[in-house]
């Protein structure tokens, strides 16, 4: 689908600045979406919003459904009643400037578990019916998701293939047996969740409230490790133990020599076609309950897929498989109507995934960083762009833009780029803001990094390294009137 001509800022909620350590749904995410609308902004581009497990990577999440609880606000819930002003004294003294992400879980929490057993107690009696109908509108995947998470628990946090026997199975009696063992740790994070949701809506609501619309993100692919395999083994390629026989992962490329080795299982597609794609529709159902547009991770991956041999220490040994093509995107529109879908079309573009892409007039992204390699036939600079397109300085994955100028790029890159811009490269992020804004592109997307003309210090991901990602975060002292006002004058300029 076309969309109305528009400009945002890319920023996961975990950069919020905050007292606890990592970004949250309360007053600062708040005063985020006001800043948007002051600056003239009508797009508010996130990662996905899901439980992150091993190495912190919202990539890699313990649910394809559910919500992080790292990102509750505490003071929130000393507005519920639940948590009280004591209980937020006791918070560490946190950097500012970079999510120390292990003493944050271990305080966080502990700040949850305090809230639920108060809540059990009788504290925040206001949110009783609220919680009783969400468990009953997304029993669905809670139930199972409570249930994993519990047992991940009560098993050390090792993966669900090292439980017993019974449980790597779902033997209904085993299941069962679960459920009642554990039926209190269950309810926690059935409670997790719903406060996680509850104020989630309540930011996503602000922002609509304020014309503005969040793009969320689908990855393709669900982590190993997650309640989505464990409930639903049937859709995955997994031996009789539970175990991976082939995973996921990209060849070779702009960001890896060795490619890069992701580790996802591998959906059975003849499976997921067989129920309608039934799993894959409640998923895009439950992800636009939360955004208002999804970009699709690795769009590539739905025409055809990379599969590696589950034993391959590199993404360099594998085959192109064919993924589900158009009866996937059919099934979704039938269900849906529309599709508010950004195709992630970077990486290796074949004629099969553009026609893909444009079968369904999905918008694909450009990135400005990977323009000036080169010449000026190049995809990626805008006077190549349709208008059905969403224009990127940068993404998660890249270098900051001045990180990339004094880093990450070539000379000959850099000497194209002045010479492209008619600059000296002295403020490059902000040239390829305005280069991003002034395009045809329907949409065009900044990461607040390059809004602060920040370096690579700032960058948030760097693909093919599993520490030391996801961190980075922001303090309002670095978000001054002029850059407000910078960052409007560029919208109205260009009718964004």
């Not at 945002?8 to 975990?14: A, N, S, V």
């Not at 529309?338 to 450009?366: C, H, N, S, Y």
Request: contains cysteine; glycine residues 8%.
């Amino acid at each position: 689908m076309a969309f109305p001509r528009a400009s945002g800022i890319l920023l996961h909620p975990t950069s919020l600045p905050g007292r606890f350590g990592i970004g949250d749904l309360g007053a600062e995410a708040a005063h985020w979406v006001d800043f948007l609308a002051s600056a003239g902004q009508k797009l508010w581009q996130v990662l996905p919003l899901g439980p992150t497990g091993f190495g912190d990577s919202p990539y890699q999440c313990f649910s394809a459904m559910a919500g992080n609880p790292y990102l509750i606000s505490p003071e929130k819930l000393v507005e519920d009643g639940v948590l009280t002003q004591g209980d937020l004294e006791a918070a560490p003294d946190f950097p500012a400037h970079a999510v120390d992400f292990g003493p944050v879980i271990q305080f966080k929490l502990k700040l949850l578990d305090q809230a639920y057993h108060r809540f059990r107690s009788g504290a925040g009696k206001p949110l009783r019916p609220e919680f009783e109908s969400f468990k009953k509108a997304q029993a669905w995947w809670l139930d199972d998701f409570a249930l994993f998470m519990a047992l991940k628990d009560s098993h050390g946090g090792v993966v669900w293939s090292a439980w017993e026997p019974e449980l790597v199975a779902r033997a209904p009696k085993a299941v069962a047996a679960a459920h009642a063992e554990a039926a209190e740790a269950v309810e926690s994070h059935r409670f997790r969740q719903f406060l996680f949701f509850r104020q989630w809506s309540a930011v996503k609501a602000r922002a609509n409230a304020a014309g503005i619309k969040i793009i969320g993100d689908i990855p393709i692919f669900v982590a190993y490790d997650s309640a989505d395999v464990w409930a639903h083994p049937e859709l995955f390629h997994l031996d009789g133990h539970g175990k991976s026989t082939a995973v996921a992962g990209v060849p070779p490329d702009y960001f890896s020599r060795t490619g890069q080795l992701w580790g996802n299982p591998l959906y059975r597609w003849d499976k997921l076609k067989a129920t309608g794609y039934a799993w894959w529709l409640e998923r895009f159902r439950a992800t636009l309950a939360t955004v208002d547009i999804v970009r699709l991770d690795h769009f590539r991956g739905f025409e055809a897929y990379w599969e590696i041999p589950a034993d391959m220490p590199t993404a360099e040994v594998g085959q192109w498989v064919k993924g589900p093509g158009a009866g996937f995107f059919h099934a979704l529109k039938a269900a849906l109507g529309t599709l508010p879908i950004i195709a992630e079309d970077l990486g290796v573009v074949t004629p099969e995934m553009l026609a893909l892409r444009d079968q369904f007039d999905l918008p694909g992204m450009k990135v400005l960083q990977f323009a000036f390699s080169s010449d000026g036939a190049d995809p990626f600079l805008p006077h190549n762009y349709p208008r059905n397109c969403v224009v990127y300085s940068g993404t998660h994955d890249n270098d900051t833009t001045r990180g990339w100028y004094e880093h990450s790029s070539k000379e000959h890159e850099r000497d194209f780029a002045r010479r492209y811009l008619g600059r000296d490269g002295g403020d490059i992020a902000w040239d390829f803001i305005r280069l991003a804004f002034s395009s045809v592109a329907d949409m065009a997307v900044a990461p607040l990094q390059d809004v602060l003309n920040l370096g690579t210090e700032a960058r948030m991901n760097l693909p093919g390294t599993a520490a030391g990602n996801w961190g980075w975060r922001f303090q309002w002292g670095q978000i001054t009137d002029a850059i407000r006002d910078r960052l409007r004058e560029l919208t109205i300029s260009y009718l964004r």
